[in-house]
């Protein structure tokens, strides 16, 4: 298996636009998460689906964070409009499980708002 | 709300000694613990597994301790290579399968 497909893996744009950040995780896994990394904040969980249902969405900083899973093979997480304040490293994972499963993290989508 | 912290945040040691990790958690109440390693630019991967039943995990040179009831754990890496150098982040997870990552310890290995 590939792992944890993320993309873009940079992304660079302007204050205002929309971003589109996408992810597929591992076949046969059942949990997806999206996770931000920055300096002064380290991780956060931003929101997790278990079989493509939302199930935890309280760390979505505000309602410009939109995040979808129309299938078990794809995931997005849509910001609109983006702040400079949303740059970070964008971080899907997934899991077979939850509790006692590890989680499979992908490369991370690289983001800056200019 | 669960919180997790590593010490220290940075280590530098030289190649083949013998270092410990620590991680420390506020609510004793875990599924699981798991130890992360992350290279610069790259996601994490995960290194060791912990249930909330056991004590340690072991994986080549790496062994991993928890102390549920102190809410501790250790990450022991034996004879360290300058390969070992990444960022180690261990993360928790509590009621509502919530995953919690500790800031984690930026460790480099001088040859």
């Known amino acids: 298996d590939a792992g944890v497909i993320q993309s873009p893996r940079h992304e660079v744009t302007e204050m205002g636009q929309e971003v589109t950040l996408r992810c597929k995780p591992i076949s046969g896994h059942d949990y997806l998460f999206w996770y931000r990394q920055t300096m002064m904040r380290g991780l956060e969980l931003l929101i997790y689906f278990n079989n493509n249902v939302p199930i935890d969405d309280s760390g979505m900083p505000e309602d410009r964070f939109s995040a979808k899973m129309p299938n078990a093979s794809f995931s997005t997480l849509k910001i609109q409009p983006s702040e400079p304040r949303d740059s970070a490293v964008y971080f899907c994972?997934?899991?077979?499980?939850?509790?006692?499963?590890?989680?499979?993290f992908g490369s991370g989508t690289q983001l800056s708002v200019l | 709300k669960q919180e997790v912290t590593q010490i220290p945040a940075a280590l530098s040691v030289p190649e083949g000694e013998n270092l410990v990790l620590n991680c420390s958690f506020t609510?004793?109440?875990?599924?699981?613990l798991q130890w992360f390693r992350q290279d610069p630019g790259k996601g994490l991967t995960s290194l060791l597994l912990?249930?909330?039943?056991?004590r340690e995990q072991t994986s080549g040179r790496l062994n991993a301790s928890l102390d549920k009831s102190s809410g501790r754990s250790t990450l022991y890496i034996a004879a360290s290579q300058p390969g070992d150098s990444a960022t180690y982040l261990c993360?928790?997870?509590?009621?509502?399968?919530?995953?919690?990552f500790g800031g984690g310890t930026r460790l480099m290995v001088k040859p």
């Open positions: 994972a997934s899991s077979r499980g939850a509790g006692n499963e590890k989680l499979f």
């Open positions: 993360a928790v997870i509590s009621a509502g399968n919530m995953l919690t």
């Open positions: 912990i249930q909330s039943s056991q």
């Open positions: 609510d004793s109440a875990i599924y699981n």
